[in-house]
């Protein structure tokens, strides 16, 4: 992914108000983030821990969508991320879900995934993070082919946010 900068970020949100793509916290770190093992930059909001934020390159334009971490109780088995893949013990798995682009959105309609709750699955994709012994299986397909399965999913919840 090339790098990214604060007012672009802020441009991207579909399914957020001028003001609420304002107001959210961006990463401070922007030119420190290892932008050449990203396939989408996610992060969660320091300050509210159930606000999260994914923006990705779709080629033609920049996609960013707010996203909310559902609460709950930590469990013991183990859950796997919908998009890299990724099994996580524990709360590492978390249901975000994306209040849908539009009138729809404002209707207080959304839709949501089961994802790795820090937003890091291309770094998982290419160990560079773990997320413990197990964690990842070894796959039969490359590298590549991992990556564009997950930016197919990650695509493919964008249309339905924004459906």
Sequence with gaps: ??????????????????GEAKRMHVPRDLGDLPWDDLDFLGWRDPAAP???????????????????????AGHARKTMCAWCLTTHQGD????????KAGKSGQQGNS?????????ACSLYLRGKKSAGPGSRFKEAISLDDQVARMVAGITAFLGRVNS
């Design 50 to 72: 159930d606000r999260a934020y994914l923006v990705i390159d779709l080629g033609e334009r920049l996609v960013g969508i707010a996203l909310r971490r559902a609460t709950q």
């Design 111 to 119: 839709v949501g995934a089961y994802v790795c709750a820090d937003l």
């Design 1 to 18: 992914m090339k790098p990214l900068t604060e007012p672009q970020i802020r441009a991207s949100f579909v399914n957020s108000t001028k």
């Design 92 to 99: 590492g798995v978390s249901l975000m879900t994306a209040r």
